[in-house]
């Protein structure tokens, strides 16, 4: 079987969990997180009483905030598995998973009586939901997604020397500042054999990028983005 690399862009915060479920593959893993969560600044933690429900769109956003006791008993919405257990680890005692994602989480909310809810959240987010929920949902900033600014050379010369390199991509966000520190360090579709492995298609800018091929999970959930890069390494490894 030919040899390559499985590239880890996720936060360190992940790492572990990402080693656990790619790590089977065949390819040796290397990290390579291009961006860190810093926090917003100092947060002051609004009255619970304030409010009936939180939302969380990330286990980030589970790590960073921290809740008093009272926060701990109320519902809590959020998307996908992970950060769901994440929540419940964090001590949260009434967690509802409300699908794989932000899309999902929408389709739920509207249908829901959720009441007044905290949405603790990035800087930058995919779907701002206190503006599609105006009066219900208070968003607060509480932090931000640093870009790295440059690719280690431990990646760019062995993509530039012709070895084979697995992307997978969980985020837009982490599809263009890759793409971005890719280009700053010159290599492209051209001189370098990177396919990337998007957990969805939304994962890719209109543009093709710097990736000699793309490919997309079946489902939107990170087993099926494991087993398409499963497949994506079998494939260029014959």
């Known amino acids: 079987m030919t040899n390559g690399l499985i590239l880890n862009t996720r ?42 429900a939180l939302i969380f769109t990330s286990q980030v956003g589970v790590a960073t905030f921290a809740p008093t006791r009272e926060w701990l ?4 919405y959020a998307v996908g598995e992970g950060t769901a257990q994440a929540a419940v680890a964090a001590g949260f005692t009434d967690v509802l998973q409300t699908g794989l994602n932000v899309d999902d989480m929408r389709r739920y909310l509207s249908t829901t009586d959720f009441g007044t809810a905290l949405y603790p959240s990035a800087d930058e987010v995919t779907a701002d939901l206190s503006k599609e929920f105006p009066g219900r949902i208070r968003r607060e900033v509480i932090y931000r997604m640093a870009p790295r600014a440059d690719l280690p050379i431990q990646i760019v010369t062995p993509a530039l020397t012709g070895t084979l390199i697995v992307v997978p991509l969980f985020s837009r966000r982490a599809a263009d500042t890759l793409a971005g520190i890719m280009s700053k360090a ?47 390494i079998e494939s260029l490894s014959t």
């Open 186 to 232: 010159g290599i492209t579709a051209n001189n370098a054999k990177v396919t990337a492995v998007g957990i969805s298609a939304n994962v890719f800018a209109p543009d093709s990028g710097p990736w000699k091929q793309t490919a997309v999970a079946d489902q939107p959930t990170l087993e099926s983005l494991v087993a398409k890069t499963g497949e994506v």
């Open 11 to 52: 936060a360190s915060f992940y790492q572990e969990r990402f080693h656990d479920v790619f790590g089977d593959l065949p390819w040796a893993i290397f990290d390579c997180p291009v961006s860190q969560a810093e926090p917003a600044g100092d947060m002051n933690v609004p009255m619970a009483n304030a409010f009936d």
């Open 73 to 76: 008993g109320k519902k809590v």
